[in-house]
């Protein structure tokens, strides 16, 4: 069984090609969504992510939802966190006093439930927070109010946030090979590189894996498929296993399948055609919000991350299906014809 939510990003970063990073748009139904349990916990996953709730065997209160939790109060759905390390925010184009944070934004909550609902999606972007104003950080929101982002972050899947090889630019001509920094929104409300529990990831990427957990019962998803697709006449998807390695800069800027020598991974495009031709060029998919006021004429990427959920007890282990998140970047190409990665005569 397969689901399908969407995560949009758009934007041009250094490496992340990115300046409005994530959007969301509503995730997969509940009778889409994979559910198993195992004694007194029960476990679900679908296209946003992998949720476990027990029940107390020892009178234990009910878990309060977001409406309890607020009392009332008014919730606040966004907050700013530190621009992370690796990413390169917009330029500072008039020079004002300042600096940009990641703002991150809550929508399609269902206050009556506990974390959020099937529809919930987290928007990530860019804001500049002029000098003198004090941005809205996770430790300025109420108690209430970070309860509820700690209960959606440890539901939701690693974002994969994109980086283009060789050069963030995307060429003409030029083999562009995709690689992924998997991110999770910490307790701190700052984003981090997600790693898989008890490793150390040397490529500072980070893992496409989550498990949560209660005494012996785990549940878990880890990616097992990635495929790009450029949504260009023209162009296939390619797969791109269930993470692609790292660029190896000291490897040659082509496939190596093609050209010995050559870097191993196999998640790349060669474009014929820079973005200005991307009206004619474009096979029809929803855009994504904002991509009409993007400065430049852009393809539309989509990354399909497909996630493999289970839940354990013991030596029992249940299914919980393959679901699919889909991520939307944003990809400037360039006329300027690529100097690296073009086949050697």
Not at 313 to 322: A, K, M, N, P, V
Request: contains cysteine.
């Amino acid at each position: 069984m397969r689901t399908r939510t969407w995560i949009q990003r758009i934007g041009l970063g250094v490496a992340l090609l990115a300046s409005s990073l994530v959007a969301g748009t509503p995730a997969a139904q509940a009778d889409q969504s994979g559910v198993g349990s195992s004694g007194s916990c029960s476990a679900v996953a679908n296209g946003s992510g992998i949720s476990m709730y027990c029940l107390a065997t020892d009178g234990g209160a009910t878990v309060a939802t977001i409406a309890q939790l607020l009392g009332g109060a008014a919730f606040q759905p966004c907050m700013h966190s530190r621009v992370p390390d690796g990413m390169k925010p917009p330029v500072n184009q008039d020079g004002a006093a300042g600096e940009y944070w990641v703002m991150s934004c809550l929508a399609g909550v269902d206050v009556d439930t506990i974390t959020g609902g099937e529809d919930v999606t987290v928007q990530l972007s860019f804001d500049f927070v002029e000098a003198g104003t004090e941005p809205l950080t996770y430790g300025n929101l109420s108690e209430a109010e970070r309860r509820i982002w700690r209960r959606i972050q440890y539901s939701g899947y690693p974002i994969p946030f994109t980086a283009a090889r060789p050069s963030h630019v995307v060429r003409v001509n030029q083999y562009t090979f995709f690689q992924f920094r998997w991110m999770m929104l910490q307790d701190n409300g700052e984003y981090e590189v997600h790693s898989r529990p008890g490793t150390t990831d040397g490529g500072g990427n980070g893992d496409p894996f989550i498990e949560i957990g209660a005494g012996e019962t785990q549940a878990r998803a880890e990616a097992s498929e990635i495929v790009i697709d450029a949504n260009v006449k023209g162009m296939q998807p390619k797969d791109c296993g269930h993470d692609p390695p790292v660029y190896d800069f000291e490897a040659d800027p082509l496939p190596g399948a093609q050209f010995p020598g050559g870097q191993e991974s196999e998640c790349y495009f060669q474009f014929d055609h820079s973005s200005a031709a991307a009206e004619e060029l474009s096979e029809e998919i929803p855009m994504p919000e904002g991509a009409e006021d993007y400065p430049v004429p852009v393809f539309i990427m989509t990354v399909t991350v497909t996630w493999s959920a289970e839940m354990q007890t013991g030596d029992d282990i249940e299914s919980l299906g393959d679901h699919d998140m889909v991520v939307q970047q944003a990809i400037p190409v360039t006329e300027i014809p690529g100097l690296v990665g073009n086949p050697r005569p």
